[in-house]
């Protein structure tokens, strides 16, 4: 429970089935005992209505009333609440990037084992194909790289869809090129990712962007061996 005054009042969690982020914020706040209201907007008319009434254009959103915060770093989150919770340190970031470079790896030989029947079909209640899945692990990657080079991140960036007319082949040659962008970059990049990058959730280091980054990707590369094991494809 929160306090804005001397009643207390509901903290509320918005959220949508499929959302990386949002399973992400749903975990740190169990974790830590911080009991809330979950509002999946997908499947509840007033909770969408509630949640733009509060002026939030994306879901993972905390509220407290009319006040809310967007959930892309914990670091706001824990402030948001007046949270007493150190987080863990993220790694370093040549890992990061070590990890990133392994998961778009990964990803791009997923992509290529999809039976073309399948890949643009959407996947149980969320609208979103392996195609469109398979973008968007490689559509991350390449928004983490422009914020690097001080292009701001804008969440429209993450709505994305690739090509109607691109194969799988396509997107996992894409993805590929993204990686050796990625492996170009980092050489000639600040080691240390202190730097102070602009992003549609404030401003934050490379690093913590970086974190995200990795970690989202990750996320969706996941879904994507979820999706190629209820199609029977080892």
């Known amino acids: 429970i929160f306090m804005h005054t001397a009643t207390p009042t509901r903290i509320k969690m918005f959220w949508q089935p499929g959302c990386s982020s949002c399973l992400r914020t749903k975990e740190f706040l169990s974790k830590n005992k911080i009991d809330y209201e979950s509002i999946n907007v997908h499947q509840n008319p007033d909770g969408m209505k509630q949640l733009k009434a509060l002026g939030a254009r994306s879901v993972p959103v905390v509220a407290v009333g009319s006040a809310f915060t967007l959930c892309q770093s914990f670091e706001d989150v824990i402030r ?7 987080l863990n340190e993220p790694l370093a970031p040549d890992q990061l990037v070590e990890k ?9 030989r997923f992509t290529l084992q999809f039976p ?4 643009r079909l959407f996947f149980r209640d969320r609208k979103r194909s392996a195609a469109d899945t398979a973008y968007h692990v490689f559509r991350v990657a390449e928004m983490g790289l422009l ?3 001080q292009i701001e991140l804008q969440f429209e960036g993450f709505n994305d869809l690739p090509p109607d007319d691109w194969s799988a082949e396509d997107i996992a040659n894409w993805g590929l090129s993204v990686r050796d962008r990625l492996r170009d970059w980092w050489p000639t990049a600040d080691q240390s990712m202190q730097s102070s990058v602009s992003t549609y959730y404030g401003n934050h280091a490379m690093h913590n962007v970086m974190e995200r980054t990795a970690w989202h990707a990750a996320h969706h590369t996941r879904q994507l061996v979820l999706m190629l094991e209820e199609y029977g494809v080892t």
Do not use: C, P, R, W
Request: net charge negative.
């Open 100 to 108: 990133l470079d392994l998961v778009l790896t990964a990803a791009a």
């Open 116 to 119: 073309a029947s399948k890949f």
């Open 147 to 149: 914020a690097a080079q």
């Open 80 to 86: 948001f609440l007046g949270l007493n919770i150190e």
